[in-house]
């Protein structure tokens, strides 16, 4: 599947939105806080995959209802798949450990540590 082209634009200091050209593509906002590099595709409406180089703390935001896949690159490889057509809030805080809430019938909360043990 080619990758879509996008228009991505800043909508405040902090905040990246980009939006699917072409077709009837949801909005998706992204806010990084971070001033590091960030590599961030979206392929199709139905998979998202976005990939964060950097050890800074990141907020994510997808407002979608189909499957999102997310990888995190720290010291440890993260694949995170998310299956619910509920929004979920995704945020890093730091280097060593990942606080992840998924918000959909229930509140989950999950801890990644990103070092190997």
Request: net charge neutral.
């Amino acid at each position: 599947m080619p990758i879509l082209p996008m228009l991505c634009y800043f909508t405040t200091y902090n905040t990246l939105g980009c939006k699917i050209q072409g077709g009837n593509y949801e909005e998706h906002l992204i806010t990084l806080k971070s001033r590091e590099e960030h590599l961030i595709t979206l392929k199709s409406r139905e998979e998202h995959l976005i990939t964060l180089k950097s050890r800074e703390e990141h907020l994510i935001t997808l407002k979608s209802r189909e499957e999102h896949l997310i990888t995190l690159k720290s010291r440890e490889e993260h694949l995170i798949t998310l299956k619910s057509r509920e929004e979920h809030l995704i945020t890093l805080k730091s280097r060593e450990e990942h606080l992840i809430t998924l918000k959909s019938k229930e509140e989950h909360l999950i801890t990644l540590k990103s070092r190997e043990e």
